[in-house]
């Protein structure tokens, strides 16, 4: 017979998890005994929002998720935030926690950990929250959890287990069911030869590329040439076009130099972007006839409608859409629009920053030519903010950071060591603010437990001093 504990541990290995990040608790030990005969290896964190963040990053770059186990009540209340920051930047992460036991749930006993109702906290923060009521169901709910992650907007998802339920001895030793590959949407042909029709028929075609677009880069490089458009990339795309691209744009979305050259282009095809406040600031709102000429591709069929209405909208993966797109696209000599509009947008920007913004951006620069395949991974602070203003990654997954979306402190250091758990082979940055490492400093701890070389910039402004400047502004 197989305890309840290690059969879970033996479905996430037969969905090659790798990795998984937690602190063990009383309510998780047969979760840890399973682990004991797997070849999943624990990463302990100081803190259960370290553990999130560390699952973030290293999904980023693994293309993985990031796998935590956690605890009843207060582990979940601490790893909330990170989820949250995961759930706004759509990064695929599985939480799979305790929950007291099945006749105590809701009952308000005062039970250790308990809350009134876990998963109404997680479904905030998570695409789905699902109670475990008997262990045969388990299998089938991780199946949709991956198949979620695979082919749809991945989020983060979490599965509760009542804590008596996993010391149960189950009939079965091994998954009875193999992995059912899960395909992303792909976008319906008519609408397909719709866009190539619009953008065949364009004379200053733009295209934006986001952070749902960052596994396309190769598709959107070629479609960008077939075009001669100019890539503009958010925060989340970066490096989506290498740096030095002629066609690449990689200059904050809300800057009057993006503004200028979304007002001239006369046909925009956004691909994987929400268009959203914390790209665009809220000059979109006042720009809604801009919808009269974009395209949009999306994986979510609910945010292809958001902020800005398309003329047409293409529910699908972006790799998919934009594969099945360019040979439909007509190629162009270089006709002097998409080069000439990326290099005036790339000179207006600059004389834009401020003298303090291009010492920070070169000092990101000096990063990126130093240290080959550098993966520079930032928290909310002063450089992070001058590097989502002007600074061009060298590939798609190595300049990210929680200045976007939902805005946490604390995420550099930890989510650092995700990536370099991901990728051991590249150098990877931690770039942290004074402020923002004292959320997370203990991360420090794991770093050297786990042995990994990481590099620490610290930009020490002896203060909250971004705040500082906005009041007194």
Known sequence: MTRFGRFVVECLAGYGVEYVFGIPGVHTIELYRGLAGSAIRHVTPRHEQGAGFMADGYARVSGKPGVCFIITGPGLTNIATAMGQAYSDSIPM????TVNSAGALGSGEGHLHELPDQRQLMRQVAAFSHTIHDPEEFETVLARAFATF???????????????????????????????????????????????????????????????????????????????APVLMTINGRGILAAGHPLGLSVS???????????????????????????????????????EKLVRVDIDPEQLMRSLRPAIGLVGDSKATIEALGPAVRRREADG???????????????????????????LETLRDTLPGVIIVGDSNQPVYAGCMGFAAAAPKTFFNSATGYGTLGYGLPAALGAKIAAPELPVVALMGDGGLQFTLAELGSVTEHGAPLIVVLWNNNGYHEIEKAMVR
């Open 150 to 228: 695979e082919s749809s907007r991945p989020r983060p998802v979490h599965i509760e287990i009542p804590v008596e339920m996993l010391a149960r001895d189950v009939g079965f030793a091994r998954p009875p069911h193999g992995r059912v590959p899960a395909a992303p949407p792909a976008a319906h042909p008519k609408a397909i030869a719709e866009a190539a029709r619009f953008l065949n028929n364009a004379q200053r075609p733009l295209l934006i590329a986001g952070g749902g677009a960052a596994g396309a880069a190769r598709e959107i490089d070629d479609l960008a040439s077939r075009l001669q």
């Open 94 to 97: 599985l939480v799979i926690s």
């Open 337 to 363: 629009w998409g080069r000439t509009a990326a290099s005036h947008a790339r000179h207006a920007l600059a004389n834009d920053l401020t003298a303090a913004q291009r010492i920070q951006i070169a000092m």
């Open 253 to 291: 979305a809300a800057s009057p130099a993006a503004l200028d050259l979304m007002e001239r282009a006369d046909v925009i095809l956004a691909i994987g972007t929400e268009l959203g406040p914390t790209d665009f600031d809220d000059t979109l709102t006042s720009r809604r006839s801009l919808g």
